[in-house]
């Protein structure tokens, strides 16, 4: 196959893998990421093992492949990605697995820096009334957005940056005692920066910023667009409204005793706990406009959503004497899963959608001979394409009748996410042999994703040279 389908131009191509941003008044759901992983360093001593332990956690391009993948899994919109100076490796190696699944056609979740400046500025606040506190502040998010970029060298890479109104979304955590004169940073103090450094890359930083912020209390920036809790309360669900933006934190429990005591136990109890987090959010609808789940792979604290070996629990029996119950059904995707079902009661989108991103077939064909096509569908809507639920790929005729028909299939299991199916903004390509009229000619076939029938999404005109 050529890395352009035959009938698929470089421009149509860059088209369907173009991002899109969000508007402040619209719901969607974000989350951390925490990137400070090695197999023996960094987060290590979590309640909650990982499928295959926590030596599987390695932060290189395939482990990022997979959790990336299964943060669609979970529906989630946006990535807050944690932005420290320490483990910058494997943040590189996020950026690096965040451009190989745009490539290949996923729709990923957007992704904003997480300025952490307990960890950047605990040990020496910085003055934000000088031009050399500004330029600090700043500093760190044109390090991501450079790190961002140097991974992400495609025409549509700025498109996958997450944006709201059309502005760049950075987000930070408390800044309070951690900015000296905290009321003499502003808006464009900020912009400007990351504009003169990197505005031929961020065309949206033309638009302003928008700033998220996590205080709980003033002091906080002025300039902040909205705020969420977060790691600033144990509790499964914390509402907090901000200059009308109404956002809601859940998260599954929170669990860091094996290494602070007396720490702090907010149990899981098999589930039921995080889906009333999630049924308080849903009975506030439709006045919410921002989830935030705390967290993707928080591990130490025991806070993410992340797959994990149910029966799997580590306890420091030195430092503590609880336990929990991770999943009542047993089920190593059950926050992954809860979260998804939450997520897709409020974003507004369909179950059941579809776009044809592309598709390859040879440019003439021998007359009455049997030839390959594929073509490339990506999953628009909430809900995954598994097997025996009536997704298939319809060829059509120029007269309306169907041509050819191919349902999802299992049995590729390289194309179902944590073998659970074809996830919202996953690619899917299907494979079939199709029989060439006997009449020579121009042959033109309409390609559609369906349901039960019915059509997702637009329709795509396959034509070739019958000779």
Not at 282 to 307: C, F, K, L, T
Not at 438 to 448: E, P, Y
Request: glycine share 8%.
């Amino acid at each position: 196959m050529s890395t352009f389908p035959t009938h698929t131009s470089q421009s149509d191509r860059a088209k369907a893998l173009q991002g899109y941003g969000f508007q402040q008044i619209k719901p969607f759901v974000g989350t951390t990421v925490f990137h400070w992983f090695t197999p023996s360093e960094g987060n290590v001593r979590g309640p909650w093992q990982p499928i295959g332990g926590r030596q599987s956690w390695t932060g290189d391009v395939a482990f990022w492949t997979q959790q990336i993948k299964e943060m669609m899994l979970a529906n989630i919109d946006a990535i807050y990605l944690h932005l420290i100076e320490q483990y910058e490796e494997p943040r590189i190696e996020f950026f690096k697995a965040y451009a190989k699944l745009r490539a290949e056609g996923w729709d990923v979740p957007k992704v904003a820096p997480f300025l952490d400046p307990n960890i950047l500025f605990g040990a020496s606040p910085i003055d934000v009334a000088t031009p050399a506190g500004k330029d600090e502040f700043a500093r760190h998010y044109i390090r991501f957005f450079k790190q961002y970029f140097a991974e992400n060298t495609d025409e549509n890479a700025a498109s996958y940056l997450l944006t709201i109104d059309g502005k760049l979304v950075l987000h930070t955590w408390w800044v309070y005692w951690l900015l000296q004169n905290l009321e003499r940073l502003t808006r464009e103090d900020v912009r400007s920066r990351l504009a003169s450094t990197l505005g031929d890359k961020i065309p949206q930083l033309a638009n302003g910023i928008y700033m998220m912020s996590t205080a709980l209390i003033d002091p906080d920036l002025s300039f902040s667009d909205e705020r969420a809790v977060m790691f600033a309360g144990y509790s499964y669900a914390i509402h907090s409204v901000h200059k009308g933006v109404d956002v809601w934190h859940v998260q599954p429990g929170y669990w860091d005793q094996n290494i602070r005591k007396p720490g702090y136990f907010l149990p899981r109890d098999g589930g039921k706990n995080y889906k009333r987090a999630w049924d308080a959010v849903i009975a506030a609808m439709p006045q919410v406009h921002r989830v935030y789940v705390e967290s993707w792979n928080e591990y130490d604290e025991g806070s993410g959503i992340y797959s994990a070996d149910p029966n799997g629990l580590f306890v420091d029996r030195g430092m503590h004497d609880n336990t929990d119950t991770f999943s009542d059904t047993g089920n190593p995707y059950e926050y992954i899963l809860t979260t998804a079902e939450g997520a897709a009661r409020i974003n507004g989108r369909p179950s059941y959608d579809a776009r044809i991103l592309w598709h390859d077939a040879p440019q003439t064909i021998t007359a009455g001979s049997p030839f390959s096509l594929e073509v490339t569908v990506r999953n628009e809507g909430n809900a995954r394409w598994a097997d025996q639920d009536g997704c298939a790929l319809m060829l059509f005729d120029d007269q309306g009748n169907e041509y050819a028909r191919v349902e999802i299939s299992s049995s590729d299991k390289n194309q179902f996410t944590a073998g659970l199916g074809v996830v919202r903004g996953q690619p899917y390509t299907f494979r079939l042999q199709v029989s060439a009229p006997s009449d020579k000619g121009r042959f033109v076939l309409s390609a559609a994703m369906t349901r039960a029938g019915s059509v997702l999404g637009g329709t795509r005109l396959i034509s070739v040279d019958v000779v």
